[in-house]
């Protein structure tokens, strides 16, 4: 399960999460939209190489217990899909609960949205 696509998502992980890490405590969100909007993307960059990641190790213990073969290319080509518009949901709820917007009607319709972007993705790779 070591290829080069692991490798490049780990550092990604990394690498975002040192990034936001470093933006939490060197800029000011009061001063500059742009930092606002770089923490959401950093933020969005860490949740789907963790969701990549967990789906990856999900699939590949999968197989591993059903004796079945680990997927190929259009398997990690799908899950790259399915990472980030899993990732999207956080990111949104989380801007969502900075404007003080987020209530139990949004919810469902960010659930219901993932769900028909899952639906598509699934249907289409």
Known sequence: MASSDIKIV?????????????LFNVTDPTRSVASILLVFLM????????????????????SRLTGGRVGGRS??????????????????????????QLRALDLVLVGSLTLIIIFYIIKRT
């Open 10 to 22: 780990s550092g990604l992980l990394i690498g975002s999460a040192v990034a936001l890490m470093t």
């Open 75 to 100: 398997n990690r080509v799908r899950t790259y899909y399915l990472s980030c518009a899993l990732a999207f949901v956080p990111v949104c709820l989380l801007a969502m609960q900075s404007l003080n």
């Open 43 to 62: 933020i969005y960059i860490f949740v789907s190489c963790l969701m990549y990641l967990s789906l990856l190790l999900g699939g590949y213990l999968a």
